[in-house]
RNA sequence: GCCCCCGUCGUCUAGCCAGGCCUAGGACACCGGCCUUUCACGCCGGCGACACGGGUUCGAAUCCCGUCGGGGGCACCA
């Protein structure tokens, strides 16, 4: 049985990096039939809050990753946030005391920096020197008199070289005397995240850890603790982290970056999924505009294209227009857009809402273009933006008299009468194309550009197109 | 500085492991055209890459070595 886990730490608002990687586990999860859990990393205490853990799960749930166990839901290896864990880890330690695996150090931070400062002007690798590594119990007890608080270090065997097997990036080899001998426990007490990780992994029954590149460095000392407590290793895949516009590791440098920034300005989440996915992994088939389903029934994890992504805002943008135009239906649609429309202040009935997307869906990329696409349908004291000469001129004036005139007395207007009526005009007055339709277009919406105007006159009805041609005709 | 990972169009990538089918395929973006009252959509076309240098080989994007470049990591953060 395969199980995953996602384990994010409570620090903000869930990252885009963060997000693909819960996705690429609950789709890896899926895939073979196995398990998903979120546990949640709040060891930090100074950074980690109760708030963000919510607005993780609320983004996550709201992008479609649905995990089988975890804070919110329990489950067999409960409980699943670090911080309700702590007798747990307090028995591990007690076994690496027992086994010798771990050693009290009692150097202070600023003997260590200063050991570090000349190490590396020395050029050698800054690591810690072991120097408390075979404390006899004498000066061990002369170095608590003077009321020195200690941390325990593992006992990293010297030299060794770890070698692992990485699901993406194949054999990795790298040897311990690039770290040396690593904290274990906190002065504090508490227990470091290299060590609370293996224990949560191995307890949660985890198989295989996948998650950022940023972590591969960190393997070999958690396969060291997963040895030293007679563990059984799982399998690790790395991936390749998300870079920015200028290659350099996303973050809020590069503007929005929290899945719900995304959420806000309009995306929705089956094209985030599908975009997310897309960083790095990709479809046999040419095809990439895919379900959840369908990435789950086709994803390997070793088609995870092994080098770092700059991430591409545009193809994102891309994605989501192709989900608001061809995949939705128009119902799901509308309920998705109303909170927009309402947020732009262009209120109306469900109705309404829908015959207004069903006209302006194709121009549309993220839900928040609704702004500038649906103004015309909502707002009756727009000003004129442009195209002004087209209905101070002569024949332009001509033109919307006419256009007023000829739907003054009818019931209503729909889409083919506008086509009639145009028509009509257009032989009546001898003016054909931009003379003809962009004098209305300008009256009835304030610009050159924007909808199908038949299909506009169509929606709004015939009675506020004859205030807006009234309004305009008393201004030119 | 040291270690690790990586290097195909501007971007995401296919191809690389099992060398010839690659005058390197697709997508986004960009440019041009068509459709059209405008915008958008759609359709058609174009631009555009194997980082560099050595090998190995009849033949290399694919294998080997080096260089350069990028990224990540080197905490009593996660």
């Known amino acids: 049985m395969v199980r995953v886990r996602f384990a994010p730490s409570p620090t903000g608002y869930l990252h885009l990096g963060n997000a693909r990687t819960a996705l690429f586990n609950y789709i890896f999860a899926k895939h073979n039939n196995g398990k998903l859990v979120l546990r949640i990393e709040d060891t930090d205490r100074e950074r980690s809050k109760k708030e963000y853990e919510d607005m993780l799960i609320d983004d996550l749930k709201w992008l479609g990753v649905e995990w089988d166990e975890g804070v919110d839901k329990g489950g067999e290896f ?9 007798e747990i880890y307090k028995e591990y330690i007690e076994k690496l005391k027992q086994s010798g695996h771990i050693y009290k150090c009692y150097c202070t931070p600023e003997e260590l920096e200063e050991e570090r400062k000349k190490a590396l002007a020395e050029k050698r690798p800054p690591r810690y020197s072991g120097k ?3 404390l006899t119990e004498e000066e061990r007890k002369k170095l608590e008199a003077e009321g020195r608080s200690y941390v325990w270090r593992f006992r990293v065997p010297d030299g060794e070289t770890i070698i692992f ?15 040396g001998d690593f904290v274990i426990v ?17 307890l949660m029954k985890i198989t295989h850890v996948i998650r950022g590149e940023d972590h591969l460095s960190n393997t070999p000392k958690q396969i060291l603790i997963y040895r030293a407590l007679n563990f059984e290793v799982p399998k690790f895949a790395h991936l390749p982290i998300i870079l920015g516009e200028d290659k350099s590791k996303l973050s809020k440098r590069h503007g929005a970056v929290s899945v719900r920034a995304f959420r806000d300005e309009g995306y929705l989440s089956e094209a985030m999924f599908n975009g997310l996915a897309l960083l790095g992994w990709h479809p046999k088939e040419d095809n ?11 994803f390997k994890i070793e088609d995870i ?56 869906r194709d121009s549309l990329e993220v839900l928040n273009d609704i702004k500038d696409r649906a103004y015309p349908f909502f707002i009756e ?13 002569e024949t332009g004036k001509e033109v919307i008299k006419r256009f007023y005139e000829k739907i003054k007395d009818r019931e209503n207007i729909d889409r083919n009468d506008f086509k009639k009526i145009t028509k009509e005009i257009q032989k009546e007055l001898k003016v054909k194309g931009k003379n003809l339709f962009m004098p209305i277009r300008v009256a009835l919406t304030g610009k050159t550009s924007g909808v199908d105007l038949s299909l506009l006159v169509e929606v709004i009805g015939k009675e506020k197109t004859l205030k807006r041609l009234e309004r305009i005709l008393n201004i030119v």
Do not use: M
């Open 78 to 86: 409960a409980p699943y946030r670090q911080s309700e864990r702590t």
């Open 132 to 134: 408390c590594r075979n």
């Open 165 to 179: 097997e990485d699901l993406i990036k194949g054999i990795v080899e790298i040897n311990v005397n690039e770290f």
């Open 186 to 202: 906190r002065s504090d007490g508490s227990p470091v995240y290299n060590f609370v990780v293996v224990i949560d992994d191995a």
């Open 288 to 298: 990439e505009v895919l379900s959840k389903e369908e990435i789950i029934k086709e």
């Open 305 to 360: 294209h092994n080098a770092p992504a700059v991430f591409d805002r545009a193809k994102l943008r891309w994605l989501n227009s192709v989900y608001i135009r061809e995949k939705l239906d128009l119902d799901d649609l509308t309920k998705r857009a109303i909170p927009f429309f309402k947020k732009f202040g262009y209120f109306g009935d469900y109705e309404y809402y829908k015959k207004v997307l069903d006209v302006i």
């Open 381 to 393: 004291d727009y000003s004129i933006e442009e195209g002004l000469e087209f209905i101070q001129s």
